[in-house]
């Protein structure tokens, strides 16, 4: 090993002995430069040093002190441990060229360009490698198929000047720009595997910009390890992609976001050939998608997403339509961020059961999630969700297929937060709670203007609470349902307030009458009647009181010819203090001919509303072929149920449609049906009690289903459909309610509608040879709602020694203790009697 000096001041070949010399400027030494030389270049003057053949030089050092260097490889390599360039120095490849370096520091001018130039810090070397980068660096790459590659570690350091154009480059260590960095080029790799030799994996770096943009046309990967050997790069400020490929690519390695932000078109999660381990640990960090393509998750093993601390988000910023596509894992996803919209519609496809932290719009803009169909779409904490303006809907949460359900579930601890501003259609809601037995209240709340689905509460959100109903009353603290008809007591909870509580019944709807089983000119089925409502204001009982519940059993459709039985009775209290009631409707009866089948009666609420009636079915002379007539609505908060429609014939008339279901609570009866001979005549449901909601009148294609406390319609003469189905209302904190009957059925058909809470059953159709059974009643319903006790209320008092201390409601539905007075009377404290004084005493 030995030091030896370039000795021209003009240009040379590197491997020629005579170019070299023992000491500065002296005379020519007698051998070549050898591995583990030191080579140093210190002539103030400008030449070139021609490789002519590739020199593999592990071990050695160039030094370059002054004066301006190029060293032209053409296609040779030149592989040399370390450099130090002090003065200005190029290297310039051909077509195959490659410059190879361990460790580069560079206090001067530096210039890679050419076709395949390579700066491989780490390839064929175990440690180490790094570029130190003081002064001027310009990267150019104009042509070929090898990218400027670092290898190892990169520095750029304050007040130095780094320009990158053409293929790009890569860094498998650190990235640390502290100095002016530009950046316009094809790639941005962090990481590197050569598929020979990667000897950064396993280990955690650092990737800093100070401010840049890192413009690429061809894209900005993660590729940092293999199967088994990966490292993780941690953000230490922003990282922006831009240019015309701009997205962020992971392929291998792990990304750490450590409370900064990355700004890219979309993030991609790729397979590659290899399901090489992969990941992103959000801790606090913000991802901004700018383009359409906002996430895409290829993958369906090895990428893992780990929450870290604080709260991460990946919001989008492009107004238009984009998508977020989660990917295919038989174990479901967990993307812990909050995803927020800017705008647009952002269509979330999942697979299996998909979580996030919550759903809102980037800043105050109309904006619409659209979730894929059929898919759980968890939220866990933070558990946002749509937070914006009180002037309107800011976010609406939509199934992303009309007509089907995606389902949102809370996962978080606690409950979750009041949510503002959104509206919902086609979203269930649900875990936990509510459930059948009343043992778990609502857990979704959402206030302030947030609906499901429109201004009226009609969209087919369900499981949740929307303060937007038309009641418009506050969301109360906590809201239970039982819906078991086999349930017979319930418990008032620990934090019952017997001064702040709403208690809503709903009486079982009547079952409808069969058609008439004689012959000839029969009589098709008459309506059930809606069940009652009976309201509860302040039930006065105590926490920890068990009271007596009955749900009201739906009335049985009657067979042919046997009328259908009443609805049960709801009830709640206790036989020996304060109870309360809401009958079911009647059933229905069989006609027969010249006898008209009349519709049950509804059912009642000692200080409620009625249900509606069932339709009766009345018929002149030779009629035959009659439609079965609509249930009655079961009443509500907002008033009596609508009444199902009338049919009746006159002498001759034959194929007579069902008439519709009556509407809920406060909303319309459906109307009557008259035919004459020959004539086919049907009806429309009653509206809801929203004024909307009525299933349409059947076609031959079958009739309207009701919405929204809406009756269904009745069915068209001649066809085999049933009449369409009733509904539930939402008129009870936007969330449940009194039901909408369905329509009687056509005189060929058969068939029972799915029916909604109190409402009465359908009635059987009847043709010239065949009667059909009537439908169900409904069973009933018990809502229970109450606020939690103020703050501050004395709920008891207990003594501690003499002191007297009270335990307060807290607000919440907990408690908390304070003192009252010391020494209390309460207590037993008693102050010493009498004066005293010192001569008394003698």
Same mark, same amino acid.
């Given at each position: 090993?030995?030091?030896?000096?370039?000795?021209?001041?003009?240009?040379?070949?590197?491997?020629?002995?005579?170019?070299?010399?023992?000491?500065?400027?002296?005379?020519?030494?007698?051998?070549?430069?050898?591995?583990?030389?030191?080579?140093?270049?210190?002539?103030?003057?400008?030449?070139?040093?021609?490789?002519?053949?590739?020199?593999?030089?592990?071990?050695?050092?160039?030094?370059?002190?002054?004066?301006?260097?190029?060293?032209?490889?053409?296609?040779?390599?030149?592989?040399?441990?370390?450099?130090?360039?002090?003065?200005?120095?190029?290297?310039?490849?051909?077509?195959?060229?490659?410059?190879?370096?361990?460790?580069?520091?560079?206090?001067?001018?530096?210039?890679?360009?050419?076709?395949?130039?390579?700066?491989?810090?780490?390839?064929?070397?175990?440690?180490?490698?790094?570029?130190?980068?003081?002064?001027?660096?310009?990267?150019?790459?104009?042509?070929?198929?090898?990218?400027?590659?670092?290898?190892?570690?990169?520095?750029?350091?304050?007040?130095?000047?780094?320009?990158?154009?053409?293929?790009?480059?890569?860094?498998?260590?650190?990235?640390?720009?502290?100095?002016?960095?530009?950046?316009?080029?094809?790639?941005?790799?962090?990481?590197?595997?050569?598929?020979?030799?990667?000897?950064?994996?396993?280990?955690?770096?650092?990737?800093?910009?100070?401010?840049?943009?890192?413009?690429?046309?061809?894209?900005?990967?993660?590729?940092?390890?293999?199967?088994?050997?990966?490292?993780?790069?941690?953000?230490?400020?922003?990282?922006?992609?831009?240019?015309?490929?701009?997205?962020?690519?992971?392929?291998?390695?792990?990304?750490?976001?450590?409370?900064?932000?990355?700004?890219?078109?979309?993030?991609?999660?790729?397979?590659?050939?290899?399901?090489?381990?992969?990941?992103?640990?959000?801790?606090? /960090?913000?991802?901004?998608?700018?383009?359409?393509?906002?996430?895409?998750?290829?993958?369906?093993?090895?990428?893992?997403?780990?929450?870290?601390?604080?709260?991460?988000?990946?919001?989008?910023?492009?107004?238009?339509?984009?998508?977020?596509?989660?990917?295919?894992?038989?174990?479901?996803?967990?993307?812990?961020?909050?995803?927020?919209?800017?705008?647009?519609?952002?269509?979330?496809?999942?697979?299996?059961?998909?979580?996030?932290?919550?759903?809102?719009?980037?800043?105050?803009?109309?904006?619409?999630?659209?979730?894929?169909?059929?898919?759980?779409?968890?939220?866990?904490?933070?558990?946002?969700?749509?937070?914006?303006?009180?002037?309107?809907?800011?976010?609406?949460?939509?199934?992303?297929?009309?007509?089907?359900?995606?389902?949102?579930?809370?996962?978080?601890?606690?409950?979750?937060?009041?949510?503002?501003?959104?509206?919902?259609?086609?979203?269930?809601?649900?875990?936990?709670?509510?459930?059948?037995?009343?043992?778990?209240?609502?857990?979704?709340?959402?206030?302030?203007?947030?609906?499901?689905?429109?201004?009226?509460?009609?969209?087919?959100?369900?499981?949740?609470?929307?303060?937007?109903?038309?009641?418009?009353?506050?969301?109360?603290?906590?809201?239970?349902?039982?819906?078991?008809?086999?349930?017979?007591?319930?418990?008032?909870?620990?934090?019952?307030?017997?001064?702040?509580?709403?208690?809503?019944?709903?009486?079982?709807?009547?079952?409808?009458?069969?058609?008439?089983?004689?012959?000839?000119?029969?009589?098709?089925?008459?309506?059930?009647?809606?069940?009652?409502?009976?309201?509860?204001?302040?039930?006065?009982?105590?926490?920890?009181?068990?009271?007596?519940?009955?749900?009201?059993?739906?009335?049985?459709?009657?067979?042919?010819?046997?009328?259908?039985?009443?609805?049960?009775?709801?009830?709640?209290?206790?036989?020996?203090?304060?109870?309360?009631?809401?009958?079911?409707?009647?059933?229905?009866?069989?006609?027969?001919?010249?006898?008209?089948?009349?519709?049950?009666?509804?059912?009642?609420?000692?200080?409620?509303?009625?249900?509606?009636?069932? /339709?009766?079915?009345?018929?002149?002379?030779?009629?035959?072929?009659?439609?079965?007539?609509?249930?009655?609505?079961?009443?509500?908060?907002?008033?009596?149920?609508?009444?199902?429609?009338?049919?009746?014939?006159?002498?001759?008339?034959?194929?007579?449609?069902?008439?519709?279901?009556?509407?809920?609570?406060?909303?319309?009866?459906?109307?009557?049906?008259?035919?004459?001979?020959?004539?086919?005549?049907?009806?429309?449901?009653?509206?809801?009690?929203?004024?909307?909601?009525?299933?349409?009148?059947?076609?031959?294609?079958?009739?309207?289903?009701?919405?929204?406390?809406?009756?269904?319609?009745?069915?068209?003469?001649?066809?085999?459909?049933?009449?369409?189905?009733?509904?539930?209302?939402?008129?009870?904190?936007?969330?449940?309610?009194?039901?909408?009957?369905?329509?009687?059925?056509?005189?060929?058909?058969?068939?029972?509608?799915?029916?909604?809470?109190?409402?009465?059953?359908?009635?059987?159709?009847?043709?010239?040879?065949?009667?059909?059974?009537?439908?169900?009643?409904?069973?009933?319903?018990?809502?229970?709602?109450?606020?939690?006790?103020?703050?501050?209320?004395?709920?008891?008092?207990?003594?501690?020694?003499?002191?007297?201390?009270?335990?307060?409601?807290?607000?919440?539905? /907990?408690?908390?203790?304070?003192?009252?007075?010391?020494?209390?009377?309460?207590?037993?404290?008693?102050?010493?009697?009498?004066?005293?004084?010192?001569?008394?005493?003698?």
């Amino acid at each position: 090993m030995a030091t030896k000096y370039w000795r021209l001041t003009t240009s040379g070949t590197f491997a020629t002995a005579t170019n070299w010399s023992l000491s500065s400027g002296g005379p020519a030494n007698t051998t070549a430069p050898a591995n583990g030389d030191t080579l140093i270049f210190d002539r103030a003057s400008t030449y070139t040093v021609t490789v002519g053949a590739s020199f593999n030089g592990p071990s050695c050092t160039i030094n370059v002190n002054a004066g301006s260097v190029t060293f032209s490889l053409g296609t040779f390599s030149l592989t040399i441990g370390t450099v130090t360039n002090s003065g200005t120095v190029s290297f310039a490849s051909g077509s195959s060229g490659a410059s190879l370096f361990n460790t580069f520091t560079n206090n001067g001018t530096c210039t890679f360009s050419g076709a395949s130039t390579s700066i491989n810090h780490l390839s064929g070397y175990t440690s180490g490698g790094s570029f130190y980068n003081y002064g001027t660096l310009n990267i150019t790459k104009t042509a070929g198929v090898n990218a400027i590659t670092y290898g190892g570690s990169f520095y750029n350091y304050s007040g130095a000047s780094t320009t990158v154009s053409g293929i790009g480059m890569y860094c498998s260590g650190n990235f640390i720009n502290q100095g002016s960095l530009s950046y316009n080029a094809a790639q941005f790799v962090l990481g590197y595997n050569s598929n020979v030799t990667y000897s950064g994996g396993g280990s955690s770096y650092n990737v800093q910009t100070n401010g840049a943009t890192i413009n690429v046309s061809s894209y900005c990967y993660l590729y940092s390890g293999t199967t088994t050997n990966n490292s993780t790069f941690t953000l230490l400020d922003s990282l922006t992609i831009g240019g015309t490929a701009g997205s962020l690519q992971i392929y291998a390695g792990y990304l750490n976001l450590n409370g900064q932000t990355v700004t890219c078109s979309g993030v991609t999660v790729s397979t590659g050939s290899s399901q090489y381990p992969k990941g992103i640990t959000v801790n606090a /960090g913000t991802i901004y998608a700018t383009g359409t393509s906002t996430f895409t998750n290829s993958v369906t093993a090895s990428f893992t997403l780990t929450a870290g601390t604080g709260t991460g988000y990946f919001i989008t910023t492009n107004s238009s339509a984009k998508t977020f596509s989660t990917g295919t894992n038989n174990g479901g996803w967990v993307y812990p961020w909050v995803l927020a919209n800017s705008g647009g519609t952002l269509t979330v496809s999942g697979n299996y059961t998909v979580t996030f932290g919550g759903f809102i719009p980037n800043g105050y803009v109309y904006t619409t999630f659209s979730l894929q169909a059929g898919v759980t779409f968890n939220i866990t904490n933070p558990g946002t969700m749509g937070t914006g303006p009180s002037n309107g809907y800011i976010a609406t949460v939509q199934c992303a297929t009309a007509g089907s359900i995606s389902t949102l579930n809370w996962v978080g601890s606690g409950t979750p937060p009041v949510n503002w501003y959104c509206s919902f259609t086609g979203i269930n809601f649900t875990a936990p709670g509510p459930d059948q037995y009343g043992t778990v209240p609502y857990y979704w709340y959402f206030v302030a203007s947030s609906n499901d689905g429109s201004s009226g509460g009609t969209g087919g959100g369900t499981g949740a609470l929307f303060s937007s109903s038309a009641s418009a009353t506050a969301l109360p603290s906590k809201v239970y349902q039982i819906t078991n008809v086999s349930q017979t007591s319930w418990v008032l909870p620990a934090d019952w307030n017997p001064n702040g509580n709403q208690i809503y019944l709903i009486g079982g709807g009547g079952g409808a009458s069969g058609a008439d089983s004689g012959t000839g000119f029969r009589v098709g089925g008459s309506g059930g009647g809606g069940g009652g409502y009976q309201p509860i204001t302040n039930f006065s009982l105590t926490a920890g009181t068990s009271v007596t519940v009955t749900v009201g059993t739906g009335g049985s459709g009657g067979t042919v010819g046997v009328s259908g039985s009443a609805g049960g009775y709801t009830y709640f209290g206790t036989l020996s203090g304060p109870h309360y009631v809401a009958t079911g409707g009647s059933g229905g009866t069989v006609g027969t001919t010249g006898t008209p089948a009349y519709g049950g009666g509804g059912g009642f609420g000692g200080t409620g509303y009625a249900g509606g009636n069932g /339709g009766n079915v009345g018929l002149g002379g030779n009629s035959d072929s009659v439609g079965g007539a609509g249930g009655g609505g079961a009443a509500g908060p907002y008033g009596n149920g609508g009444n199902g429609g009338n049919v009746s014939a006159s002498s001759g008339a034959n194929f007579i449609g069902g008439t519709g279901g009556g509407g809920n609570g406060g909303g319309a009866s459906a109307s009557n049906s008259a035919a004459s001979s020959g004539t086919a005549s049907t009806t429309d449901g009653g509206n809801g009690w929203a004024g909307t909601g009525g299933g349409a009148r059947g076609t031959t294609a079958g009739a309207g289903n009701g919405t929204n406390g809406g009756g269904g319609g009745g069915t068209y003469a001649g066809t085999t459909h049933p009449g369409g189905t009733g509904s539930i209302g939402k008129e009870i904190y936007g969330a449940i309610g009194s039901g909408g009957a369905p329509g009687g059925t056509g005189p060929s058909g058969a068939g029972v509608s799915s029916l909604a809470y109190g409402a009465g059953g359908s009635g059987g159709a009847q043709s010239t040879t065949t009667g059909y059974a009537g439908g169900n009643g409904a069973s009933g319903l018990i809502v229970i709602a109450y606020n939690y006790i103020a703050s501050g209320t004395l709920l008891s008092t207990y003594c501690t020694g003499f002191d007297l201390y009270g335990t307060y409601a807290d607000g919440a539905g /907990g408690t908390y203790n304070a003192l009252i007075a010391y020494n209390s009377a309460t207590c037993g404290y008693a102050a010493a009697g009498g004066s005293s004084n010192f001569f008394n005493f003698f």
